[in-house]
């Protein structure tokens, strides 16, 4: 069997597909060699519609118009059409009569007989074809005996013969380029002195059986319609094919007609477009491809029309000739609208939709006409017809379906482009039923809806993505087109974004599960999407849209489509600092509404548990650890990070994306109007509150989602870090302290800032770093660490300054007690001052020296006073905070005691151990000195007993020091 893109011959007697480049193979046709292929091939164009046109004035309906502006004509009956159904032929018909005469006289003769005319035959051909008209019932118009002595005349001196047909159809994109290199669109104009043309013969079905002269006989039948196909002159043919568009048209021709391929002929004739003269041409055989069993017979062919009339309706029509007497024409089931305007089928080639150069006109079921008066009525009041003729659609929809997606049985880029604009063109031919009555217009008395026509579209697609969706582990059905889920998948995902398909939820999900990758590895999945996502379309965009789809309905599946998505948009551009991205960018979620997601459904666990299920594609897709992080709340953050815990141990440089996720995240909540105050503001979901149970503050969250950042850097500390991501470490884990620190708004939440603050100095601490400090990069390094530093160190600065505006201290009203303004000053300050940064950048001195500075602005008095207060506690020896408070009011205690203001008589004695260091820095303060010591003479002691302020207060406590022993003990240490 040769092949006729690449006329590679094909060992095979059989073969389906080309060895050589995969294209599909029709079925050869051998030789005609018998009167039964004579008979076969031997179908004259000219006949009178005898069997038609009884019934064509009463005809209520039209037959299944194909959509895409489909138009067909509605018959009338006359008595001159009665007079020839009865075998009566006019006057004026004598030539008419006497072409069917002679045709089955041709039928009839023996093999030897019919041989001899095996040479160009000639025939009348437009002596018994219909018109328009006459294909739709009108009476012909009676010819005089003039014009009948004419007719015989030329019949006489010139004889022309029929084309008959084209190739049959092809599906397949390179099967199409070939057809157009042989093809021309057959049709003579009989009756006018030009150059008679050979007739194209039939192309028989291939017989079945081992013939050993098969690819022999195959060869001399495709020389031989070549040889003949080119024998059309320019005249007779309405385009050639590199002029022309070619079209293939597929129908199904109804049970009823009993159509018999090796003795029926199917035939296309149509308006002036298909060539002149109109209606008396066979436009192409429509040869058969498959047998549907109760639902007929397939058949197929193609023609070619010329470029200019694209976009323009064409009326046609498929006649049935059985081999002798006249031809009958298809029956349309509907009412004809004014008298004359008969009812057609309608051909609109839509240049938009074109592709490679080809358009398929997928018809539906080519109806035969009713029998009796009775079943006229019948069909014209029952609506039973109408919903008949609509299955009859649904019907052939669903064969012509099967049929596209048969190009696909051979996975390659050229079938699935030619696959993508076929499937366009048949939706845009079934969409909205069309006739052509006069002119083209929609089928409205059919009531078939393009809602309906979608509703059905979606069966059909349901039906083939059924076995992809089984869980029982059974292999997929031998005659499925397409052998992987994802393509599935893509496919359907195409159709719903192309024709608009409106989807339910459970439909949502099915579609995503078929998009939900079993791989694994990036390889695999770029191998077996590689062809569908080269063909042009906007996989991206159809994609987006379906995620909006499933975020409105609430399916959360899409989340795991989006290794698919990924593949489509290509890696992100590297970039030397990924901070300077944006977030749908470095999450690889453009066009998504993803902080909506995340910010209606707060409560996700669902989420994070179908996450946790599909954990595997986390090692197909390099960005899909980012783009989950970033659809999580923050809610779900840890228990995320948690689940993915095997998955950060293979890849530990995810840590990174960790920080910079969690940076994104606190980006987002500052300059919100909602989160002005963002870690103040409970931040609870509704439905959690409904439930009664206990608010959860958005700072306990961030706390959380911190801490658990520290531990991975515990961790992974001694994987993660490679010399080319430290300057990334280092500028990320800034960026989080310095948003962290803006966000912060109240001083009782300084835990968050203080545990960036620590993310800050794990990263600079870290043995890598500190190694490459040491090495040939040392200057480097510690430049690097210097600069991060300084950054995080006037980030804190900044934030303490921006929540401390008010003085250190206050005084209540009507009282003279000191107490701090804010009440955990002195925790804020020791919790920043105790974080471990290296002793060489000076972290611990310089926080102190503020809080110093801070301190001094108040007066000495209320330095004295503040620090014997109960409202804050020192922690142990080593609590640097307490010591320069301390240090602080010792000072403040010597400037008091130069004016001879007492202090002992103000200060709180709750705390004996403050106590004792003032009652000692007082006595010590204010004691005499002589060049430099301190004064032991009894009159210069008793003196200044009699004038210091304090006296009293001393002696008072007199009784105290016997008691307590650790206050005595403090005293006299510093006296």
Known sequence: MECPSCQHISKEEAAKFCSQCGHKLLPAAPVPDSEKDLKATSAPEGETECGQELMEDSSPFSSLGSS?????????????????????????????????SCEVEAAGSPASKRKKEDAPRTEVSDVSSPDPKQANGAAPEPAGPEKAAGKEVKAQTKKTEQPRSSVPASRDHGQEAQTKRQTTVPGGRAGENEKASLEPKKEPKKPQGNNKNNAAAEKTAKEQRNQRAGALSPEESPSSSVEGITVYFHAIISKHFEFDPSQHQVFVRGGEEFGKPRWHRNVCEMYFTKDLHEHGSLVEGSAIISRRHLDRPIPYKYVLSRGKGPVEYEFIYKRQQKEGEHVNRCLQVKSSLLGSGDWHQYDDIICMRPSGVWQTLKNHLIDSTRKDLVKGKQTAAAVMLDSIFSILETWNAINLKSFFTQFQQFYSVIRVPMIYEGEAQPWQTLEYEEKEVRK??????????????????????????????????????????????????????????????????????????????????????????????????????WVCTLPVLHLCTGPAPPTKDSGLQPEDTWAALEGISFSEFREKRADQKQLVQLMGRYRHLLSVDASLFRSWFSLLPLSSLVCYLKNCSEHLSRSPPRVLDCLLGTCYRLQGLEGSVRNQEVCHLPWVPESWLRRGRP?????????????????????????????????????????????????????????????????????????????????????????????????????????????????????????????????EEIQIWRRLVEIHFPVEHGWRESLLGDMEGRLKQEKPLSQIFAFSSTNWDAEGVEDSVSKCFEKCAIEAVSLVCQSQTSILEKISYKDLRKCGTLVSAVITKSWPRSGGKFVDDVREVLNHLLTWPDVTPVLTLYGTFKTDVGLVCNVKVLT
């Open 68 to 100: 895409n502006r489909l138009e067909s004509p509605d018959e009338r009956p006359s008595d001159a059409s009665l007079q020839i159904r009865g075998g009566v032929a006019s006057e004026g018909f004598v030539d008419a009569a006497d072409g069917p």
């Open 456 to 557: 059905h579209l979606w069966e059909c697609l349901t039906k083939k993505m059924a076995p992809f969706l089984k869980t029982d582990g059974d292999p997929l059905p031998k005659d499925c087109p397409v052998g992987s889920k994802l393509r599935m998948g893509l496919i359907i995902l195409f159709s719903v974004e192309k024709f608009n398909i409106p989807l339910s939820e459970s439909d949502l999900a099915s579609l995503c599960c078929l998009l939900c990758s079993n791989t694994s590895s990036p390889d695999a999945l770029r191998n077996d999407l590689i062809h569908i996502l080269e063909t042009p379309h906007s996989w991206q965009s159809s994609l987006v849209n379906l995620y909006q789809r499933c975020m409105d309905k609430g399916v959360d599946l």
């Open 695 to 823: 608010q959860t503050r958005q700072s306990e969250l961030i706390e959380n989602i911190l801490n658990t950042l520290l531990c991975l850097l515990d961790i992974y500390q001694d994987k993660m870090l490679e010399e080319p991501s430290i300057q990334s470490y280092l500028t990320v884990c800034l960026k989080l302290h310095e948003t962290t620190c803006r966000i912060t708004k109240d001083h009782t939440l300084y835990e968050m800032p203080a545990l960036s603050a620590e993310i800050v100095c794990r990263i600079i601490t870290l043995k890598p770093l500190v190694d490459s400090a040491a090495g040939q990069q040392s200057e480097t390094g510690k430049d690097s660490a210097a600069t991060v530093f300084q950054g995080a160190l006037a980030a804190t600065k900044s934030w303490l300054q921006k929540i401390f505006k008010k003085r250190m201290f206050q005084t209540r009203y009507h009282s003279s007690e000191i107490s701090f303004t804010y009440s």
